[in-house]
């Protein structure tokens, strides 16, 4: 199936993936912090090697889903400059708190 064609796959941004790319998401639920540090650090690990390897492949793909970004990530970043401007104005009429997007490092 051709993702790239679909309503859906616009709105994930997959016209960048030419390729086999990789999806990942990853989830913790703990309620220790020394737990919650511990798999940080591997999951750092391991999405960092994903990274490279995917690069070396030629099939990184420069994305991330908004909806699952951790904090630390920047999920606007590879969506431009116009796209990255509607979804602050969106955000800003929708989201006036804050709670997503304006918490994202846009």
């Known amino acids: 199936m051709d993702m790239t064609k679909s309503t859906s796959a616009a709105q994930l941004a997959v016209e960048k993936v030419s390729e ?3 999806l990942v998401l990853l989830g913790i639920l703990t ?3 020394a737990t919650l540090a511990y798999c940080e ?5 391991w999405l960092a090697g994903l990274e490279a390897w995917s690069r070396q492949r030629g099939t990184y793909v420069d994305w991330l889903y908004l909806n699952y970004a951790h904090g630390e990530q920047d999920p606007l970043g590879a969506i431009g400059e116009a796209n990255r401007a509607l979804i602050q104005d969106v955000s800003q009429k929708y989201d006036p708190s804050g ?7 846009a």
């Not at 650090?41 to 690990?45: A, G, I, L, M």
């Not at 709670?99 to 490092?105: A, P």
Request: charged share 50%; glycine share 0%; proline share 0%.
């Open 41 to 45: 650090e591997q999951s750092h690990k």
């Open 99 to 105: 709670f997503k997007i304006s918490k994202s490092k």
């Open 20 to 22: 086999d790319s990789q």
């Open 31 to 33: 309620r220790d912090d």
